[in-house]
């Protein structure tokens, strides 16, 4: 027997104290514990795959298209050692909606956050997920989303938390438009002078598979269409049957990784609870169809609760563009019924491209649930980013206050941290634009533009408003979507309106009660949308349209904020560009 204090002490004391200490203990055990370091080892290349049964090249990871599924939960940190198999290019890897949170070198942005991945190559991307959620990663270097290069990344809540509803099972759903004609000749057209669009995708696909000229909605009453589909492709192409039993509720985790199409799905007789976006909660509300644009992501609640000897279509439609692209369709298949069995009834159809106050009504309900932290009351800076299709000498762009971004050859991450002043424009890019002559429902009387790289340097910690300002293009009567995105924030969604931003006018319509936060938004035609954030996360972060095409011709802007207060920079997202050499052996 031990003593203490002279006394002497039971072995079995000594076992119910250690019991005890346990047991206070056993929290801070699980914790430590429960995060885990997920790694994964890639590889990217070309591979010939037929996504919409017609055989072409696709980007693919470690042979696989789409690329791997990443699930984890949050505090867990996820290690992807990425080899560049291409042969001509280099690569990287943006992941979508996760904030990297003294990563900033992890967000896989090319010239912005790192260098890109020469051929031959090997980057580690390493990041802890904070953040529950629906959010997915793809390619952030030329047109490489275009070309397939995505996947889902899924962030489960921590052990023993629970979410704010229930469901009994859970179904993933990846969208992505899909085009024949390969993404370098859609970037060369891009840039060529008479200008050359990408046109309307060939199809649309519900995780990485689709039907060209082979619909199944052709004709939905006969199984000569699917049959005619299967002669004709292969598994790669075959739909991703959603199997699902009766008098279940299901979680739809949706995202859309299109490169262009905004869409709509809709599941035949069923509709859906939305619960959330963008990896946060909202006010649960229901809808019988959902509107969803490049880069956002929902997750619905889906009750079988309709007739079980049938199956129904699920559909996704080109929304806000005249649609020339087929629906995309895959079949909800209720238990023990066939897959094969086709649903009795036509497959949902979308609503008319351009009825926007359809799409208005659907984003105007999404609310933050309560208990979702709210913005500040005032901001420290207004920034009014007004959107507009230009000129530069002959060549057609997009521009931000009439500057078309284009990106330097050494990532603004290294050269602000350690103070290469050669490496991109020092100018302040302009805050806003001549809103009392500038006619936002007209073709600019003054259609050309410049090129810029200067950089929106943020206060730390400041809280910055951002006025997104649609605008006509250069065409008469034409004003398209464009849905932005935000890397290293989620930011507040105050409101949305029509015509011109007026502070005076439009200022006391902004929700700072429940607004939602997200990492995208929607600018409507002829429309502003007002966003919030607090830049109070160190780094240099891409604010950009999250259609690819749109990118590429200069429609982003980059903030940098508390750069200085990064301890170091991983040499990997250094030494590339003019003056990447200057980082070798550099030191704090």
């Not at 901001?379 to 009439?402: E, F, M, P, S, V």
Request: glycine fraction near 8%; aromatic fraction near 10%.
């Amino acid at each position: 027997m031990g003593t203490t204090c002279g006394l002497k002490i039971d072995p079995l004391y000594r076992y119910v104290r250690a019991l005890v200490i346990c047991f206070i203990l056993l929290p801070c055990i699980q914790l430590s514990l429960g995060a885990k370091i997920r790694h994964f080892k890639w590889e990217v290349e070309y591979k010939y795959w037929s996504p919409d049964c017609i055989e072409n090249i696709v980007m693919a990871i470690n042979g696989q298209f789409p690329g791997p599924t990443i699930r984890a939960k949050v505090g867990d940190t996820i290690s992807v050692e990425l080899t560049n198999k291409l042969s001509t290019e280099g690569v990287v890897i943006h992941w979508h909606g996760i904030r990297q949170i003294g990563t900033p070198w992890a967000d896989g942005t090319a010239s912005i956050s790192q260098c890109a991945i020469n051929p031959g190559e090997t980057y580690n991307y390493r990041f802890k997920v904070d953040k529950p959620g629906t959010y997915f990663y793809h390619g952030h270097l030329g047109m490489q989303r275009s070309a397939g290069l995505y996947g889902s990344l899924i962030v489960d809540l921590a052990e023993g938390e629970k979410e704010p509803f229930y469901y009994d099972g859970e179904l993933n759903l990846l969208l992505s438009d899909w085009w024949h004609k390969n993404t370098h000749d859609q970037e060369i057209g891009l840039f060529t002078n008479p200008f050359r669009w990408v046109g309307e995708s060939q199809s649309l696909l519900i995780n990485g598979r689709g039907q060209y000229n082979c619909s199944l909605a052709a004709k939905f009453s006969s199984n000569t269409s699917i049959s005619q589909c299967k002669l004709r492709g292969t598994e790669q192409c075959a739909p991703k049957i959603l199997h699902v039993l009766p008098n279940k509720t299901y979680r739809l985790r949706l995202a859309s990784a299109t490169s262009l199409a905004s869409l709509s799905l809709a599941i035949g007789n069923h509709k859906m609870l939305v619960v959330e976006a963008d990896g946060n909660y909202v006010q649960p509300f229901e809808v019988d169809d959902l509107d969803i644009y490049s880069g956002e992501s929902y997750s619905v609640l889906l009750t079988t609760n309709q007739d079980p000897s049938n199956n129904y279509w699920l559909s996704i439609g080109v929304r806000g563009r005249l649609p020339q692209t087929p629906q995309g369709l895959t079949i909800l298949n209720y238990h023990p019924n066939s897959a094969s069995k086709l649903p009795i009834s036509a497959p949902p159809v979308t609503p008319v491209w351009n009825d926007y106050n359809h799409s208005k009504a659907f984003t105007n309900k999404i609310l933050a649930l309560m208990g979702t932290p709210k913005p500040p009351i005032n901001h420290d800076r207004r920034i009014i980013l007004l959107n507009t299709q230009n000129k530069i000498d002959g060549y057609i762009k997009w521009a931000l206050n009439n500057v078309s971004l284009v990106l330097p050859p050494t990532p603004y991450l290294g050269s602000i941290k350690y103070g290469l002043k050669n490496a991109f424009d020092q100018k302040n890019p302009p805050e806003n634009f001549d809103s009392i002559n500038y006619d936002v429902t007209k073709p600019p009387v003054n259609p050309n533009s410049t090129y810029g790289n200067g950089v929106y340097m943020l206060g730390f910690n400041t809280t910055v408003d951002v006025i997104l300002q649609n605008a006509n293009a250069l065409s008469a009567n034409v004003s398209e979507i464009h849905p932005w995105h935000l890397h290293g924030h989620d930011f507040w969604v105050l409101g949305y309106g029509d015509g011109k931003f007026s502070a005076d006018k439009d200022e006391k319509k902004l929700n700072l009660k429940n607004p939602p936060l997200r990492n995208s938004a929607i600018i409507f035609p002829y429309g502003w949308t007002a966003l919030r954030f607090v830049a109070d996360n160190p780094g240099v972060w891409a604010f950009h349209c999250h259609i690819e095409p749109h990118l590429h011709m200069g429609m982003g802007v980059i903030f940098a904020e508390g750069v200085d207060r990064l301890s170091t920079i991983p040499n990997e997202g250094l030494t590339c560009g003019l003056t990447g050499k200057m980082f070798s052996g550099q030191k704090n």
